[in-house]
Antibody
Framework: QVQLQESGPGLVKPSQTLSLTCTVSGGSISSAGYYWSWIRQHPGKGLEWIGYIYYSGSTYYNSSLKSRVTISVDTSKNQFSLKLSSVSAADTAVYYC????????????WGQGTLVTVSS | QSVLTQPPSASGTPGQRVTISCSGSSPNIGSNSVNWYQQLPGTAPKLLIYSSNQRSSGVPDRFSGSKSGTSASLAISGLQSEDEADYYCAVWDDSLNGPVVFGGGTKLTVL
């Protein structure tokens, strides 16, 4: 059974960089056929896809966040990470990592989510 | 403003059948399969229906999905109190909106 777990600071100051890591267990992040994604949910709102990475390192980002987002992968640790720069209160959200079937919008395994608050 | 349009709310009484719609366009629903997610309060979303009409493992057959043209629907028959949740559609989008877009979500209330 694949499991994902987000980790990182729950509080980030405005203008700083939000950094989260997702640790994958029960399966290899190097498995062909899957992307590894970040998705966020603003309080009381819907889901917003942030971006994904393939184990090879290729990435694709939501155009609305592209200038501020970097997703990286560490296959040796079975982890992938999210960096979101120049954050503001509008980036306060629950951040989820998830496994995505390649070429689809099917996210079959999700982390439990982590709330990141942007505040001074 | 979501690329995929869902009604913000839906409701039904126990035992009833309810449907939730998801309206899109040619580059998304018109070209790709739709996935549906159920999000219970305080939990991560769960993949409910994939490839427009396939139930994920363990999902009761009360849940079904369909797609026609640029629209998709999730139907829940024999409504139960535990079905009260938020439901989201998602699709791969071949346009500049993509590649992954979610609907705005529908809050289902079991009366």
């Amino acid at each position: 059974q694949v499991q994902l777990q987000e980790s990182g600071p729950g509080l980030v100051k405005p203008s700083q960089t939000l950094s989260l890591t997702c640790t994958v267990s029960g399966g290899s992040i190097s498995s062909a056929g899957y992307y590894w994604s970040w998705i966020r949910q603003h309080p009381g709102k819907g889901l917003e896809w942030i971006g994904y990475i393939y184990y090879s390192g290729s990435t694709y980002y939501n155009s609305s966040l592209k200038s501020r987002v970097t997703i990286s992968v560490d296959t040796s640790k079975n982890q992938f990470s999210l960096k979101l720069s120049s954050v503001s209160a509008a980036d306060t959200a629950v951040y989820y990592c998830a496994r995505q079937h390649r070429g689809t919008s099917a996210f079959d395994y999700w982390g439990q989510g982590t709330l990141v608050t942007v505040s001074s | 403003q979501s690329v995929l349009t869902q009604p913000p709310s839906a409701s039904g009484t126990p035992g009833q059948r309810v449907t939730i719609s998801c309206s899109g366009s040619s580059p998304n629903i018109g070209s790709n399969s739709v996935n549906w997610y159920q999000q219970l309060p305080g939990t991560a979303p769960k993949l409910l229906i994939y490839s427009s009409n396939q139930r994920s493992s363990g999902v009761p057959d009360r849940f079904s999905g369909s797609k026609s043209g640029t629209s998709a629907s999730l139907a829940i028959s024999g409504l139960q109190s535990e079905d009260e949740a938020d439901y989201y559609c998602a699709v791969w989008d071949d346009s500049l909106n993509g590649p992954v877009v979610f609907g705005g979500g529908t809050k289902l209330t079991v009366l």
